[in-house]
């Protein structure tokens, strides 16, 4: 049995891992393992600011502390480009760029004029798939190891 304000996090079916979040604020996301690894990996807001990647990208049941620039934490990717290690997708305050922060700092993925109306990560790919969907209609799409990709509205077509 969990105590108040404990948070169980499955980390593989036959064990799981209990630690001491802010369970009013907590938050969770879940996503693929990273390349060469079979455990998936987690994400669990441990409040004010911090958060809690676990996986096994290093040792079994690693898990890493990060805080994240200011915004809306919106996933975690298997993979962050600067040290290939699981990192906090995050959506900035001002609802226009998208970037990945790790260990090592931030990478942006996506930076708009357009304000973005909502931000999807994948949990089932270790490309670390992620889709961005603006206000003004506009899709964008980002796949590690690929450039990302904006299509706008067609805005003169026909009615």
């Known amino acids: 049995m969990l105590g108040a304000g404990t948070v169980a996090v499955e980390v593989s079916p036959t064990e799981s891992l209990s630690m001491k979040v802010d369970a009013f604020g907590a938050r969770t996301f879940y996503g693929a393992p990273p390349p060469g690894r079979t455990q998936p990996i987690a994400a669990v807001r441990m409040g004010q600011g911090l958060w809690s990647v676990l996986s096994e990208a290093k040792a079994p049941n690693y898990s890493v502390l990060l805080t994240p620039p200011p915004g809306e934490v919106v996933g975690v990717v298997p993979v962050e480009p600067k040290t290939e290690r699981p990192g906090l997708v995050v959506l900035d305050e ?66």
Do not use: W
Request: glycine content about 10%; proline content about 3%.
């Open 94 to 159: 001002g609802r226009r760029s998208v970037s990945v922060c790790g260990r090592r700092g931030s990478t942006q993925l996506f930076s708009l004029s357009e304000e973005i109306a909502q931000v999807v990560v994948s949990p089932y790919h270790a490309d670390s798939v992620i889709t961005v969907v603006t206000r003004a209609g506009s899709l964008g799409f980002h796949n590690s190891g690929q450039a990302s990709v904006i299509m706008h509205p067609d805005t003169k077509g026909k009615s």
